[in-house]
């Protein structure tokens, strides 16, 4: 059974043209992340919720955003993809506290033409 | 930022031998974990190992932990073609945020 669901699981855009990437869960956790990994590289933490509460890392481009919506959903949007946005997008979740196990989804990847 | 340094990168191997790769860290942690990430998906957790225990066992991982030299070991016993994966070490600061290693690409030929 599915618990972190990303969809689509292949996005192909335009330079510039916005882009929306979707995760759900079905675990309840109170913590939602956004990873962006490339190529042969470690996941690398963009933001996330605690609850409704947004937490950005310092070095995410303010080209990344995020909403939400609820418990269960979480978007990223990318206002504006060059071609050095093109990676793979990671969606984790967890249960707040040190020490807990990160669930991922299998990942959206992102092509940019 | 990325905290753990994975080596090797790149481990081949032949099926049912051993697999061993290392995590290094830069400052003090709670827990260090394990994911393993197959080809094109996300990640998977393997086992977690607190500050203070050494060693600890799950099926065929054994993983080790040295606080003092902030490094870890993870090893595959018996190694599977299914095994054939990225392994990453992640370690939490202070909160329940974690930073990954650049991981070791392991390909066990049949």
């Known amino acids: 059974d599915a618990m972190v669901i990303q969809n689509p699981r292949y996005q192909v855009t335009q330079f510039g043209k916005p882009v929306t990437l979707s995760c759900s869960q079905t675990?309840?956790?109170?913590?939602m992340y956004w990873y962006q990994q490339k190529s042969s590289q470690a996941p690398k933490l963009l933001f996330h919720y605690y609850d409704k509460d947004f937490n950005n890392e310092a070095d995410t481009p303010d080209n990344f955003q995020s909403r939400r919506p609820n418990t269960s959903f979480c978007f990223l949007d990318i206002r504006s993809p060059g071609l050095g946005d093109a990676a793979m997008y990671l969606c984790?979740?967890?249960?707040?506290?040190?020490?807990?196990?990160?669930?991922f989804g299998p990942g959206t990847r992102l092509l940019v033409l | 930022s990325q905290q753990g340094e994975e080596d090797p990168q790149a481990l081949s191997i032949q099926e049912g031998e051993n697999a061993t790769m290392n995590c290094s860290y830069k400052t003090s942690i709670n827990n260090l974990q394990w994911y393993r990430q197959n080809s094109g998906r996300g990640l998977v957790h393997l086992i977690l190992?607190?500050?203070?225990?050494r060693e600890k066992h799950s099926g065929r991982l054994r993983v080790t932990l040295d606080t003092s030299k902030k490094s870890s070991s993870l090893l595959i016993t018996a190694s599977r073609a299914a095994d054939t994966a990225s392994y990453f070490c992640a370690t939490d600061e202070d909160d329940y945020k974690l930073s990954f290693g650049a991981g070791t690409t392991v390909t066990v030929r049949a």
């Open positions: 190992i607190r500050s203070n225990e």
């Open positions: 675990l309840n956790h109170n913590v």
């Open positions: 984790a979740t967890s249960r707040v506290g040190v020490g807990e196990t990160q669930y």
